[in-house]
């Protein structure tokens, strides 16, 4: 059965930093097109950081570019998202999506491209 289990998530004050992890069962990592998306109230899901399953390529959303990093350990066939600088606005609900589609150029960050997803985590930034 193919699994995505997130943690991590919490209350941090602006500043702060959080690591998301992203526990894969089922299924192997290694390879997969990944991604961390997040959904806020009144605002539509959006694509936060993929890479390609090469690993070459990363997208970062450009307001978190600098702030947060994609990275995968297939060791530990475990997604994670580091996450620092946060602001009021980062406050969302995270998810992490993976899928066997694989490109060494193309790392397309859009909903439809993910066909497994985990349960979700929350983040909210707040004094």
């Known amino acids: 059965q193919v699994q995505l289990v997130e943690s991590g998530g919490g209350l941090v004050q602006p500043g702060g930093s959080l690591r998301l992890s992203c526990a894969a069962s089922g299924f192997t990592l290694d390879y997969y097109h990944i991604g961390w998306f997040r959904h806020a109230p009144g605002k539509a899901r959006e694509g936060v950081a993929c890479v390609t399953g090469s690993g070459e390529i990363t997208y970062s959303l450009e307001s978190v570019k600098g702030r947060f990093t994609i990275s995968r350990d297939n060791a530990k066939n475990t997604m994670y998202l580091q996450m620092s600088s946060l602001k009021p606005e980062d406050t969302a609900v995270y998810y992490c999506?993976?899928?066997?589609?694989?490109?060494?150029?193309?790392?397309?960050?859009?909903?439809?491209?993910?066909?497994?997803w985990g349960q979700g985590t929350q983040v909210t930034v707040s004094s």
């Open positions: 999506a993976a899928d066997p589609w694989w490109s060494a150029h193309d790392p397309r960050c859009y909903s439809a491209d993910f066909g497994s």
